[in-house]
Structures are given as structure tokens and as C-alpha cells.
């Protein structure tokens, strides 16, 4: 009866061995030991158990990393698929702390990969800091760009004015309040006696207009007031939209330099809007390919987009960032659905090694019976559960890729 049993030969060398791809396992002819661990050499091992003469072990080549007294193989990612990542996050819920090698930005576990963290991912990183990830742009819906709430109670919001109505703090966002009524009594921002106005201001009583101080019935209320400084002459604001920058000859339009009505009510004029480049977007996922087509504008045209690197612009599944995987070609007869020129397998290129327990109380050893199944074909993917006993569990699938 033949049994491999591990090689004593302090667990430092063991490791670094067991790292390269090269665990020393060898045969040993007899009574079976005690110790006998799960087959996890090379194949090309020398044998050093007592009472032999140490020869070579003709087991089969292992397709899996080797495994020593049960650790896992931490051994470099292989380098025939630089996107493969080690399997530190197998069976980790996401946004754990993981490695790659890299310590900045922050690393966490996504959908099984260990990836950066990064504010709008779409997963919220608390303990790297974040208090939301509503994976988009807008700065003011509750979710910053800084993947911090924009407000946590009402008083978050208060902007110190009595007349604009009492700002509420709703799902983070702040949220304008009710109007008082007009007239209803304030104070100024100087502790002045006033009444409310229907712009929201606090306008004190017997004022007029030009003397600096709001009252009842003007917008504005500014010494020495220019045209078109956002306060005119008679206390009315310049403008308190866009369209009326159009129209009220303020600032002269044109379609490459749009005139918009800023918080201060004053016409002014955006920055050049340079040419935008478009691609044709043939499917309707977001990403285009071919020549760009320019516009004066800040957004493309139906059926186009600012965004190219799409490797099949037939077949909406595939395009830059997806992280979904699939069993069938693309409909240009690839697979490479996330565009990055590799074909990742789900799961990786691990494959099946002992299941076994760990002292943590996890069982591992999951993966492929065949080392790299090609994607589309039908294979055997083993997990590893722990019931009474690890045990593995065989699985028919097709290969998913992106």
C-alpha cells in the first residue's frame, strides 16, 4: 500500500517549496502513518522516509498549487493570465479587506475579486471610511462625491435664514422647507426688526430702494447697483433663470458659449464648451466604437456617446467594466465581454485539490477538476462543505467568461 506523507523539513523551507509549485511528498511503503496528509506534491519530489533510499515519486504532476500540512498555496498569480487574482477572497463576503501586493488605495473583496475600493463603485466601504455609495455624480441627492451623507440631522442644513422656509434633513439629502408667509416678522442678519418677503428674504420695515437694505417688494437690494450685476438699479434680480439670459440681452448667446443664470443672478458665461467627441453606439450599452464624430455641445447626439473601447458594439453584454460572466460567445464570436483583451474564466484557473478542513473551521480545497476548461464547455467544478465532515461536492457547468 503506498501513502505520500510531507517531508520534515522545517515549515519555513516547506513553505517556500510549497510557494514555488514544488512540495516535497514522498512514498512510504508499510504500515500507513497517522500523519498521512492530502496529495499535494509536484510529482517530482524525492522520497525521505525511513527505511528508504529516497526515489523519485512517480505520482502525476499536480494541475493545482501545492499544498502543505493543508495551508493554501500562496504562490504568485499565473503569469499566463495577468488578470487572474489570487483566491484570497473565495467565500468572503464583499468589501472584506483583501491583498494583491498593493496597500494604496484600500483593497476589498467584489463579487470574488480583490480589487481597489474606490468612492462610486456602488459598494459602501465603511470601514475604509465611507458612509454611502449610490454609484453616481450627483453631489446633492442624499450620497457626495465623497461618498459621504450630505447631512445626517436637520440642523446639518440650516442656511441661518428665517424666510426661506426651515430645511429638513430627508434620507441625507437637504430638503427646502415650507415658505412663511409674506410678512410674517424676522430678523436680519444684522438682529433688525423686518417682515418676510415672497423671495424669502427678511426685509426690514421703511426701507428704500437703493439704500442696501431689503424690503418688502424687492428682490435685491444693492448701494450703488450696476446692470447687470445680478441686483439692477430697481432691486430686481438680473435674471432668475437661463432663459432669461437669453432674452434680456444681459450677455449675447451662442450655442458654443452658453450664458446661464448663476446663484448670485447674474448672467454669465460658461467656459468654451469644447467640441465633444462622439462614437457611433450601435447597441445601446453606453460605449461606442470607430471614428469620432465632433459636436459644440456638452452631450452627443441619440444613438451616440462620449465613451469608445466597446469590442462588440453588435451585442449589448459586451463593453469596458462589465463583470458579468457568460456561457455563450458574444455575438461578434469572442469572449472577451469586458474588452480588456483576456478572457477570464468565472472562477478562475484554480483547481480542485483535497477538500479540508482548517482550524478556523473552514473547508477548503474548491475548484475545477480540469486545471483551464475553456470557456463555453461543460466541466466539473468541485465545492468543498463542511457538514459533519469537509466533503466535495461535484458540479456539471458550462464555463462562464468575460
Do not use: K
Amino acid at each position: 500500500m503506498m501513502y505520500r506523507v510531507a517531508l520534515s523539513i522545517g515549515l519555513a523551507s516547506a513553505l517556500s517549496l510549497s510557494s514555488a509549485g514544488c512540495g516535497l511528498l514522498l512514498d512510504s511503503e508499510g504500515s500507513p502513518d497517522s500523519s498521512v496528509l492530502p496529495e499535494a506534491d509536484s510529482g517530482s519530489g524525492m522520497d525521505g522516509g525511513p527505511g528508504e533510499a529516497g526515489r523519485a515519486d512517480a505520482g502525476p504532476v499536480d494541475a493545482a498549487p501545492d499544498t502543505l500540512l493543508g495551508m493554501a498555496d500562496a504562490g504568485p498569480v499565473d503569469p499566463e493570465d495577468p488578470t487572474e487574482q489570487n483566491d484570497t477572497c473565495a467565500d468572503l463576503p464583499p468589501t472584506t479587506t483583501c491583498h494583491t501586493g498593493a496597500t494604496v488605495p484600500r483593497q476589498i473583496c467584489i463579487e470574488g475579486d480583490c480589487v481597489a475600493s474606490l468612492c462610486g463603485d456602488g459598494l459602501v466601504d465603511t470601514d475604509g471610511g465611507e458612509q454611502c455609495d449610490d454609484e453616481n455624480e450627483y453631489n446633492f441627492d442624499g450620497c457626495g462625491n465623497d461618498c459621504q451623507f450630505n447631512c445626517m440631522m436637520p440642523g446639518d442644513c440650516d442656511d441661518g435664514r428665517q424666510c426661506n422656509g426651515e430645511e429638513q434633513c430627508i434620507d441625507h439629502a437637504c430638503v427646502q422647507g415650507s415658505l412663511p408667509e409674506v410678512g410674517d416678522p424676522c430678523f436680519d442678519a444684522s438682529g433688525i426688526l423686518g417682515n418676510c418677503t415672497g423671495a424669502g428674504y427678511c426685509a426690514v420695515l421703511g426701507g428704500l430702494c437703493g439704500d442696501g437694505r431689503l424690503d418688502p417688494g424687492e428682490d435685491c437690494d444693492v448701494l450703488g447697483a450696476a446692470p447687470g450685476s445680478g441686483c439692477e438699479p430697481d432691486c430686481t434680480f438680473t435674471c432668475e433663470t437661463d432663459l432669461d439670459c437669453a432674452t434680456a440681452g444681459a450677455v449675447t448667446t451662442n450655442a458654443c458659449f452658453p450664458t446661464v443664470c448663476n446663484p448670485d443672478h447674474r448672467c454669465q458665461m460658461t467656459s468654451l464648451v469644447p467640441d465633444v467627441a462622439c462614437y457611433n453606439d450601435e447597441d445601446g450599452d453606453g460605449f461606442g466604437t470607430g471614428p469620432a464624430s465632433m459636436f459644440c455641445s456638452t452631450v452627443c447626439p441619440p444613438d451616440m456617446t462620449p465613451f469608445d473601447g466597446d469590442c462588440d458594439d453588435s451585442d449589448v453584454r459586451a463593453h469596458p467594466g462589465t463583470r458579468l460572466f457568460y456561457a455563450e460567445q458574444s455575438n461578434g464570436g469572442g469572449w472577451d465581454f469586458d474588452c480588456n483583451g483576456a478572457d477570464v474564466r468565472f472562477g478562475g484557473f484554480r483547481a480542485h485539490s483535497a477538500c479540508t478542513l482548517s482550524a478556523a473551521g473552514r473547508c477548503t480545497g474548491g475548484g475545477w477538476e480540469s486545471s483551464r476548461p475553456a470557456c463555453g464547455s461543460e466541466a466539473t467544478y468541485v465545492t468543498c462543505r463542511a457538514a459533519d465532515e469537509c466533503m466535495a461536492v461535484r458540479h456539471s457547468v458550462r464555463v462562464r467568461c468575460r
